[in-house]
């Protein structure tokens, strides 16, 4: 009987006797292609391609392994998992393995940008990520993969998972060459003390040499394999025609072998194998510790996503993978559980513990008809949810999506050490150079040793570390507090704000929108038949005002065509009639001019209702200032910032609230489009802050210098805004300049240290006043100092 290839669903030659265990069985393949093809799926972890795939695979052609394992990333099924569509491209988060400088980073991103089809690249030399968009019609993603792997570079689709086991990979080989650079420094250095100091009298020049010979053997393997990812990083770069941070470290340990295995074969000249091995260990030792703390500064938002469990059971009881759901599945969740998805209770009550979110401790009832996200855990109470994201558009994926791309948009002040970094190298070679031709000249004996210590001791590693570690330090800990960044430009952005610009309902105030009094103008409709026509009208809204009509809703909707007019209010037909609910000169603009309210009723009520040229009702609404909304007005004068409450609101309720908070300006009765308006009358030199949440607050919260939407505002709003403040406590905006201010102090203690340090060493490396050993332990010590200032950002009181 002729089996079918589990790969391709083609029929299997009877000769043909080959199988691979997939999903726990012996599966039958028909071709070494299909062979490849699955076993390079299987290796890479993606079995489940052939768990939920729709159709067979295409026929494999026999192409080298690598690509093989390239081209599965084009299967849509297999990119549904790490790949966002986003209009008309693709974007896809992507980990990075062999990123060891700014340079390495400005190569992959100068090398894909040329390739067609690619709309963007950016790379964080902190996280070892990359955010990749591009346009499906023009590339395909194994393509650029394929450029990435060309630079000598190894890229996938980022998984916490993957990624914490690559990393483990490379701290255990940089262990293991770091041993060997360890107990070679050790022998060789005890060799060297006998042969510089004649410690056991005068030495026979036959046992000098034998000395020589032993240390060439234990330096030998420092230079080939310890010192290994020094010279890869630096072929890359020449490669591209670019100046990484290993040439010259590179070019000193090379140039030190060669003179060294010249002076031990001819007898004659110094050797510096003590030097070589030195140097290499502590090389290796700075990158170790620097590589650890740089993990510590990218593992905030990475660990998220561990916080989703990998199993989510059915309605029915089942278990299926959690990454697996999509929209409209029903799952049920145990006390003590974490949420498998995003989704809407459906049935049961419980308390949400929402920390991973907001920062905030204590867990926050949930019931039927209450979002509930991905991670969060779930209280004392079993529930039932219906799935409303999948895997790749969930808050968790949006939260670390939006952190990598403002970790990876770089502010200006790293932009340029970037580049000071790239030339600085350049002048080093040519310093190094001029610095061997005057020692060669003068004393040739010292020219080698102190050209090796110019070359090491001003390797401008600390430069190119002292922005992004401390921009993605800060940015973790924004995501720790509670803020979620959306925009690079925000920590540069908010230490200048010098105006405060904020909406009032829902924002200074809770939105919590209570209805108090309801006053009727018309004798043809009793007051229950007036909620329920408002309520229904404002079923088609998403503002705070609505939900204080919620529970006049009908089960079934009055009104089928109903017209929102943003900052204005709402307009639908029932019957041929046009009902108006919304703002007083919206509602009764068609209202006759004897038929019009007395104008103290028109301050004392917010919202007012019409039926075509009828005056019907008007509603009276409470909204409580937030706790902490005093604290954020005087905190923000008490530093010299200008406060303005800017509001669609023009009743009476305006001017309390702003007095009661004592705002220095108040613009009230603004519509979305005044509301910008305001914002561009502003003073060229005032930079302002706007913080909203109504789809009335979306064009200015774009348009402002910097932007906050609060957590639990709209859509709009949260997309149009520069940073999203997850649990609406208003007090995090304070934190968040407070760490933006000390962020920049640190950026600049950073760069004052690195370059300080460079225009100190260099003079005296030059004069040979500085030993390469010494070169090396400063240079590294440089970068661990530029590094650990940045940690100080993860502490809360650091």
Known sequence: MTSNCYHCGDPVPQDYHHQIEILGELRDMCCPGCEAVAQTIVDSGLTSYYEYRTTPAEKADLVPQQLQSLLLYDHDEIQQEFVRENENFKEAALSLDGVSCAACAWLIEKQLTREDGVQNIRVNTTTHRAL????????????????????????????????????????KGYLYRLGIAGIATMQVMMLAVALYFEIFGDLDAEFKNYLRWVSLIFATPVLLYSALPFYLNAWRNLRARTLGMDVPVSIALLFAYVASLYAT????????????????????????????????????????????????????????????????????????????????????????????????????PRSAGDLVYA??????????????????????????????????????????????????????????AGTWLFWHQHKPEDALWITLAVLVATCPCALSLATPTALTCATSRLGRMGMLLRRGHVLETLCNVNQLVIDKTGTLTEGNVRLVETRLFSSNLTEQEVLTTAAELERFANHPIARAFVGHRLEVPQFSDVENIIGSGLKGSDQGREWRIGKAEFVLERVAAEHQPAAEQLEQYQVWL???????????????????SP??????????????MLTGDNSANAAKVAKALGVDHLVA???????????????????????????????VLAGAHLSVAMGGGTDVAKSSADMVLLGDQLSRILRARALALKTRKIIRENLAWALGYNVVILPLAVAGLVAPYIAVAGMSASSIIVVSNSLRLLKENG
């Open 132 to 171: 990749l968009t591009w346009d499906p019609e023009k590339t395909k993603l194994s393509h650029l993969l394929g450029v990435i792997h060309k630079l000598g570079y190894k890229a996938a689709p980022f998984e916490a998972d993957a990624q914490e086991q690559q990393y483990h990979r490379t701290m």
């Open 265 to 364: 074969v001819a007898q004659k000249g110094e050797v510096f194998f003590e030097s070589i091995s030195m140097f290499t260990f502590f090389l290796l030792l700075g990158r170790f510790l620097e590589m650890r703390a740089r993990r510590q500064a990218a593992a905030a938002s990475a660990n998220l996503l561990k916080l989703v469990p990998t199993m989510a059971t059915l309605e029915d009881g089942s278990q299926v993978a959690a990454k697996t759901l999509k929209v409209g599945d029903v799952v049920t969740v145990l006390p003590g559980e974490s949420l498998p998805a995003d989704g809407e209770i459906i049935r049961g009550s419980t308390a949400i513990d929402e920390s991973m979110l907001t920062g905030e401790p204590m867990p926050v």
């Open 375 to 432: 991670g969060t855990i779930n209280g004392d109470g079993n529930v039932t949810l219906r799935v409303t994201q999948d895997r790749q558009n969930s808050l968790i994926s949006n939260i670390i999506r939006l952190q990598d791309e403002a970790q990876s948009t770089k502010p200006k002040v790293a932009e340029i050490a970037d580049i000071v970094a790239r030339y600085f190298v350049g002048i080093i070679l040519i310093i190094a």
């Open 610 to 628: 019409s039926r075509d040229d009828i005056c019907i009702a008007a509603f009276k609404l409470d909204d409580p200032i937030r706790e902490d």
């Open 631 to 644: 604290e954020l007005i005087q905190q923000f004068q008490a530093a010299g910032i200008n406060v303005t």
């Open 669 to 699: 009765g603004a519509s979305p489009e005044g509301k910008l308006d305001y914002l561009h009358s502003l003073d060229r030199h005032q930079v302002a802050l706007m913080v909203g949440d109504g789809v009335n607050d979306a064009p």
